[in-house]
């Protein structure tokens, strides 16, 4: 079974600076996809990004962009120039390319992050 | 166009009382989900459907049942509550498996079972 790994429950950062989450995960899968979605204080979930395993450049959305490392097992979350709006949770998911009829999102316990004006 | 609602957004049961949970979607998606969100956790799986009269179990199926009767809606139930079921709800549906696959979420169902 797969397992998502978030090392760091709480992150704080200053306003326009550069801050990164880190995820790992565990899986001898070799087609996959990773995620990540933002919680605000409102609780819905926010798709951030994704990255496709069989792509070796990393994603990229605006300020977020991702440093996904396959061999390390490792797909971490780059935000750039912060900004208020972005203090969430920060949860990191993984699905198999493989389990057709099982979509299911392996999510890891999450990151907090603040925003320090 | 709504997106995935969920109903009801807030609801407190004593242990033993049964209810349901109501997921609807607009997006015409195959596929949808229920899952429970836990202090200190993420999301977990706990039942999904591929279609239409169909369902599934995902990872803490126990204590739940669901149904599909209709493509939009999919609903979840608790029989005889416990205060193990306090949680955070969330239900999500997608289109078929492809590439540019996302599952979108509903604001949430905070249950307390007391």
């Known amino acids: 079974a797969q397992t998502v790994t978030q090392s760091q429950p709480e992150m704080s950062v200053q306003e326009a600076e550069t801050v990164t989450l880190s995820c790992t995960y565990d899986?001898?899968?070799?087609?996959?996809?990773l995620f990540w979605y933002k919680q605000p204080p409102s609780r819905q979930m926010i798709l951030v990004i994704r990255?496709?395993?069989?792509?070796?450049q990393n994603a990229t959305e605006n300020r977020f962009s991702v440093n996904f490392q396959k061999a390390a097992k490792s797909f971490s979350l780059k935000i750039s120039d912060s900004q208020l709006g972005d203090a969430a949770m920060y949860f990191c998911?993984?699905?198999?390319?493989?389990?057709?009829?099982?979509?299911?999102?392996?999510f890891g316990t999450g990151t907090r992050l603040t925003i320090i004006p | 166009n709504a997106g995935v609602t969920q109903t009801p957004k807030f609801r407190v049961l004593k242990t033993g009382q049964s209810m349901t949970l109501l997921c609807a979607q607009d997006?015409?998606?195959?596929?949808m989900y229920w899952y429970r969100q836990d202090p200190g956790m993420g999301l977990r799986l706990i039942h999904y459907?591929?279609?239409?009269?169909?369902?599934a179990k995902g990872e803490v199926p126990d204590g739940y049942n669901v149904s599909r009767l209709k493509k939009q809606n999919f609903l979840l139930g608790l029989e005889s509550a416990a205060p193990s079921q306090t949680s955070v709800y969330f239900c999500?549906?997608?289109?078929?498996?492809?590439?540019?696959?996302?599952?979108?979420f509903g604001p949430g169902t905070r249950l307390t079972v007391t």
């Open positions: 990255q496709e395993a069989y792509k070796q």
């Open positions: 899986t001898s899968e070799s087609d996959y996809y």
């Open positions: 999500a549906s997608s289109s078929r498996p492809g590439r540019e696959y996302e599952q979108y």
């Open positions: 459907s591929v279609g239409e009269g169909t369902t």
């Open positions: 998911a993984y699905r198999s390319a493989y389990n057709f009829g099982n979509e299911k999102l392996t």
């Open positions: 997006m015409n998606h195959e596929y």
